[in-house]
């Protein structure tokens, strides 16, 4: 009896740990799988919070030097490939400004242009070539349009070392994700065309401390007496019209870019320009003087991708360069556009 007694519960006993194992297996917390690498399964487009890597998560080997160099010719251009540089073969950016002139912090920024998982979104379709595009020539439409220059080469010491730096960025960024604070917020529309008249005094009154009366912007050199080469300073505040300013084939010359970009950010930590306003100033500033974009009759060849801010014809409706200039634009939108830039109410 005592024997067939301890038989049964051994039995219980080897159910009992036989049931709990596929329990625990189950929920991945037997010990014996417990140590194994958990792989973390991400959907594909799936949203993910901003996280930017800090300097300190910089590997301090070959790889790292290369990064280090990224980082500082993204935050100090001119110093590297600016107009005034003595090599002439590395005079890659027609301005002086940098490029974190628009990416602020080094691009760590979010919701202004921050570049925090951009380096795994390419290669991706432009539409503004209608082609397949590398990070390495979107880099480069930057710098023949933002930065009013020309295109470095791919295999230059200067690509390689911004590319790795912008995949140093998106560490934290897993491949296929979207992040919560990539590009620019959208803006609400406007019923009315943008006014410049209106938008000047809005210069005056809240941005013309910084970029100077006249849009210059400010050196950082004292007295903003002209820039030396071999001894680049850069811009404290960077211009924002004139020719050492971005040309019209930057994005920032669009109006819903720039009134976006304004009303998010601008005046820079004090944003407080209402939205009309923030319209205003982004006519007003991109009425004046600035650089041609050489090559801008090419862009947008299949004109159903051309944004309806884009102000060059040819366009595939009836609205004026004009309308597609300042709007109005709630009657303009193509099908399904308003989606991508335009705030719900």
Not at 215 to 233: E, H
Not at 286 to 291: A, D, G, I
Request: net charge neutral; glycine share 6%.
């Amino acid at each position: 009896m005592k024997k067939l007694t301890d038989t049964s519960l051994k039995l219980v006993l080897f159910c009992f740990i036989l049931l709990s194992s596929f329990y625990l297996i189950s929920q991945s917390s037997h010990p014996f799988i417990s140590c194994q690498k958990e792989d973390i399964v991400i959907k594909k487009d799936s949203v993910v919070q901003w996280r930017a890597p800090i300097e300190s998560d910089i590997p301090d080997n070959d790889e790292g030097k290369i990064i280090r160099t990224g980082m500082d010719i993204f935050k100090n251009t001119g110093k590297y490939i600016g107009p005034d540089v003595s090599d002439i073969s590395k005079r890659f950016a027609g301005t002086n400004m940098s490029c974190q002139s628009c990416h602020f912090r080094g691009g760590t920024l979010k919701n202004v242009f921050g570049l925090v998982g951009v380096y795994y979104k390419y290669p991706q379709f432009d539409e503004r070539s209608a082609t397949e595009i590398t990070i390495q020539e979107r880099v480069n439409n930057c710098m023949k349009r933002s930065l009013n220059g020309k295109a470095m080469p791919e295999s230059s010491n200067e690509m390689t070392a911004v590319v790795s730096y912008l995949k140093w960025l998106s560490t934290y960024a897993p491949k296929g994700t979207k992040l919560d604070g990539q590009g620019i917020p959208k803006i609400e529309l406007i019923n009315r065309a943008a006014d410049t008249a209106a938008g000047r005094l809005v210069f005056l009154k809240h941005c013309a401390s910084c970029h100077a009366d006249n849009g210059s912007g400010v050196l950082w050199k004292s007295g903003n007496v002209k820039v030396p080469a071999d001894s680049v300073y850069g811009y404290e505040f960077p211009p924002v019209m004139g020719q050492n300013s971005y040309n019209d084939g930057a994005g920032m010359y669009r109006l819903l870019t720039a009134a976006s970009f304004i009303y998010s950010k601008m005046p820079y930590n004090d944003a407080i320009l209402s939205v009309d306003e923030s319209y205003d100033v982004a006519a007003f500033i991109n009425s004046r003087p600035r650089p041609k974009y050489p090559d801008i009759s090419k862009d947008y060849p299949d004109l159903k991708f051309k944004p309806v801010d884009f102000p060059f014809p040819p366009f595939d409706d009836n609205f004026t360069a004009e309308q597609h200039k300042y709007g109005p634009y709630p009657e303009m939108m193509k099908e399904g556009e308003s989606d991508k830039y335009v705030k719900p109410k």
